[in-house]
C-alpha cells in the first residue's frame, strides 16, 4: 500500500511524522494520584476514536508522577494488550488527558493534521496488525520501531483537512442513526417497565424454564474461526443491546468440540461471568452460523413454552428491575470478574404475566426490534461506504468526490 502517491504528495515514514511519547502508571497505592478529574487512558479504556472521557482519572498530581500528560489533539494508539490480537485502537484526544504505558502518543508535526495522521495510521490497521507479536503473558505487542518505518502519504494540509471533513460528513449521518437506534431502544425499555408495573405479584424466574445449561471452554486460539471450523463464543458477543454477536475463538482440537453446546437458533442465551455492569446479559440467538459453542461464561435457559414467551424472558431479565438483582446476587471482589450462579438465576423475581399477555408484548417488541435492525443495517452499510472510501482517500488511489456527491451517498 502506497507505492505511488500523487502529485503534490509527501512520502514520509511515521517515526517523521510527529513527536512519539511514552506514558506511564502512577502509583495504584498513593490515593493523592487517583479519582482527579484528569482521564488516564489505557488499552481498555481507548475505544473511541474521539478522546475525551475514562473511568479512571488522575489528579494533576498524579498525571505528573509516573504518568504523561498531553494536549488536545494527541494521536494515541495502544501498543500492548490483549485487544491487539484482532483489533488496533487509535484515537485522537479532544482534551488534556494522562495515559498509561500500554500506549504511545504522537504530537503531529507542522503541516499534518492530527485527525488525518490518525486516519492514515488506522486504515493501514492489517499492515499494523500483521506486525503484532505476542509476549510471555500472552497479550499482543506492538513493536515501535517497526510502526515507526511504516509510510504514509501527506497531501497538502488543506487537502488533509478535505479528507477529514469527508470522514465526519459519513460519522454525523452514522451518529444520527446511532441517536435513532438508541430512542427505539429507550421505548422498547418504557413497554416492557409498564408492563412490569401491572402486574402485581412475582414469581421466581424458575417457573418460567425447564433447567440451564452451562457451557464449556476448551483451550481455544484467540482468533475467530472460519469456513467449516468450530469456535466458542466469547463472553462479550452477548451484548447490552440484547442480540447475539458472532465474537468467538477457533477450536482446532476436535477432541475439545462438542456439538451438545452447539447454540442453536431461539436459544436464550445469559452471561455467567463478565464485569459487574455486563454480568447476567440476556438475548435470544437469530440465526446464528453452525459450529458455535457456549462458554462456560454463557447459560442457556431452557424455556418452559407452555409457560413463556423466550423472547419475552430476555426482555424482562434485560430490565432495570431485574438487572437490579442480577447485580445484587452476582458474587466476586470489587473490579473483578463477577459471577452468577445457576441457583441465583432461578431465583430471580419476575413479573407473574400470563403466557397471552406475554405474546401480546413480544409482537409488540418484534415490531420495534425490526426498525433497531433496520437502523443498525443502515449503519453497517455507512460504515462499509466509510472504510472504503478513507482507503481509497488516503492511499491516493482516488480523489475527493463533490461534497453534493458524498452527501449523496450517505442519505
Not at 490483549?82 to 485522537?92: A, D, N, P, Q, Y
Not at 495522521?117 to 486504515?123: D, E, K, R, S
Not at 438508541?182 to 402486574?199: D, G, H, P, R, T
Request: proline residues 5%; glycine residues 8%; charged residues 25%.
Amino acid at each position: 500500500m502506497g507505492g505511488e502517491w500523487p502529485e503534490g504528495w509527501t512520502r514520509m515514514p511515521l517515526a517523521d511524522a510527529g513527536k512519539w511519547l511514552s506514558g506511564g502508571t502512577p502509583s495504584t497505592a498513593n490515593s493523592e494520584y487517583w479519582d482527579g478529574d484528569i482521564p488516564w487512558i489505557s488499552a481498555a479504556s481507548l475505544k473511541e476514536f474521539r478522546i475525551a472521557h475514562s473511568e479512571r482519572r488522575v489528579t494533576p498530581l498524579g498525571a505528573s508522577n509516573g504518568s504523561r500528560l498531553v494536549v488536545e489533539g494527541t494521536v494515541l494508539f495502544v501498543v500492548r494488550g490483549m485487544s491487539l490480537k484482532s483489533e488496533f485502537r487509535i484515537g485522537v484526544t479532544e482534551r488534556e488527558v494522562a495515559f498509561g504505558q500500554d500506549c504511545k502518543a504522537v504530537i503531529a508535526a507542522d503541516g499534518i493534521d492530527p485527525y488525518f495522521l490518525a486516519h492514515a495510521i488506522q486504515v493501514r490497521t492489517p499492515e499494523i496488525l500483521a506486525m503484532v507479536e505476542e509476549t510471555s503473558h500472552g497479550t499482543g505487542r506492538l513493536d515501535t520501531e517497526r510502526l515507526q518505518e511504516l509510510e504514509i502519504g501527506v497531501p497538502p494540509l488543506a487537502e488533509q483537512r478535505r479528507i477529514v471533513a469527508a470522514h465526519a460528513v459519513v460519522e454525523r449521518r452514522i451518529s444520527a442513526l446511532e441517536r435513532v437506534r438508541a430512542k427505539l431502544k429507550v421505548a422498547e425499555a418504557a413497554l416492557i417497565s409498564e408492563k412490569l408495573a401491572e402486574a402485581p405479584e412475582r414469581i421466581p424466574l424458575s417457573s418460567w424454564i425447564h433447567h440451564i445449561e452451562a457451557g464449556k471452554s476448551p483451550l481455544a486460539e484467540d482468533v475467530p474461526a472460519g469456513d467449516g471450523e468450530w469456535g466458542v463464543l466469547k463472553v462479550s458477543a452477548v451484548h447490552a443491546d440484547g442480540f447475539l454477536d458472532r465474537e468467538n475463538k477457533v477450536v482446532r482440537d476436535r477432541a475439545m468440540i462438542n456439538p451438545q453446546f452447539e447454540v442453536r437458533h431461539g436459544d436464550l442465551l445469559m452471561t455467567r461471568a463478565n464485569t459487574e455492569n455486563l454480568v447476567g446479559l440476556a438475548c435470544v440467538v437469530e440465526n446464528p452460523p453452525p459450529r458455535l459453542m457456549l462458554s462456560d461464561k454463557t447459560l442457556r435457559l431452557v424455556v418452559d413454552d407452555s409457560m413463556a414467551e423466550a423472547e419475552f424472558v430476555a426482555a424482562v431479565l434485560s430490565s432495570h428491575a431485574v438487572r437490579a438483582q442480577i447485580k445484587s446476587a452476582a458474587t466476586g471482589t470489587s473490579g473483578s470478574m463477577k459471577n452468577i450462579s445457576q441457583g441465583s438465576v432461578k431465583r430471580l423475581l419476575v413479573p407473574d404475566v400470563p403466557r397471552h399477555e406475554q405474546k401480546q408484548v413480544q409482537a409488540a417488541l418484534s415490531v420495534g426490534r425490526r426498525r433497531v435492525e433496520a437502523v443498525q443495517k443502515q449503519i453497517a452499510k455507512l460504515r462499509t461506504v466509510q472504510s472504503g472510501l478513507m482507503e481509497d482517500l488516503l492511499t491516493g488511489k482516488a480523489s475527493l468526490p463533490p461534497a453534493r456527491i458524498l452527501a449523496s451517498v450517505v442519505s
